[in-house]
């Protein structure tokens, strides 16, 4: 297993010195945000691209994952979803997240990470904002498969998509080889889903892990691994029993003001932990 560090902790700070930054504090990897004022992807250039692929390979990094969840240059971090009522709002999603895929076979990135359907707006019901979900969803998919990048939907609090249950009946009106699961650690702790057996009963379909803690009272504010209550020994063990050897993207985005100490301190944590 390897550490990558997310890039949405520097968004007060270019691309080219994210980079820098977290090569200096020494992960492997970065995970690059698929927004402003990283890499938008609808104003993204090729040349823009090249660059990023360059100052990734001088710093000695790779990337773990390009993170599509959040849509800032046009709204926030949740909208536009996949299950806008209004379908123009909505299409703006789907079209997001097919440049995403686009822009990350151009980086070389393997996989994409999306929101999970979004808030469920009022009046709306579940099976209507499912069914949304699954006609985007399978647009974008053609795409993928394309591309040979995997698409991967990451179940968050209080979006349509928050537990392993939701995600499985999801999973299950899929049928892509380039669908699959970003499992955030601290979003399944959140929702009380048990830890390793969710790790163990997801495995077949997790392709990317995000590391962050949570206070014990399970409110959704990401901490510093070593910091909440999450039992990381448990995590990392039970990842580890599975055999996955991929990315572990550490994602702080709450420490705009300081994501250095933030992102030293959740390797340093890490690190002790996996080198058990």
């Known amino acids: 297993m390897k550490l990558a560090y997310s890039s949405n902790a520097y968004m007060r700070w270019p691309i080219d010195e994210a980079v820098r930054r977290i090569a200096a504090l020494g992960y492997e ?10 890499a938008w992807p609808a104003t993204t250039t090729d040349e823009q691209i090249e660059a990023i692929v ?3 390979a001088d710093s000695g990094l790779t990337i773990s994952n390009i993170n599509a969840f959040m849509m800032n240059a046009v709204q926030d971090f949740w909208h536009p979803s996949w299950i806008e009522p209004d379908a123009e709002f909505r299409r703006l999603r789907v079209e997001h997240t097919i440049d995403a895929l686009t ?5 070389g990135a393997n996989c994409i990470t999306t929101e999970p359907g979004g808030p469920l707006e009022e009046g709306m019901q579940r099976e209507e ?3 949304l979900f699954v006609v985007g969803l399978n647009e974008a998919l053609i795409c993928a498969e394309d591309l040979q990048v995997q698409l991967l939907v990451e179940p968050e609090p ?3 998509i928050e537990n392993m249950g939701q995600f499985l009946e999801l999973a299950d009106r899929v ?6 699961l970003n499992f955030d650690i601290g979003h399944f702790f959140c929702v009380s889903d048990p830890l390793p057996e969710s790790i163990e009963r997801l495995a077949g379909i997790t392709k990317h892990y995000h590391l962050e803690d949570i206070a014990a009272t399970r409110v959704h504010e990401h901490l510093v691994p070593g910091r909440g209550a999450i039992d990381f020994t448990e995590v990392l063990d039970a990842i580890s029993a599975t055999g996955y050897e991929g990315w572990l993207t550490v994602e702080l985005y709450p420490y705009l003001d300081d994501p250095d100490a ?9 690190l002790r932990l996996m080198s058990r």
């Open 54 to 56: 360059r100052s990734v």
């Open 29 to 38: 990897g970065i995970e690059l945000m698929a927004d402003v004022p990283h």
């Open 175 to 180: 049928d892509s080889p380039m669908f699959g």
């Open 103 to 107: 822009m990350a076979r151009k980086l």
């Open 158 to 160: 209080e979006l349509l």
């Open 129 to 131: 904002a499912m069914d």
């Open 262 to 270: 933030a992102g030293r301190q959740a390797r340093e944590h890490l």
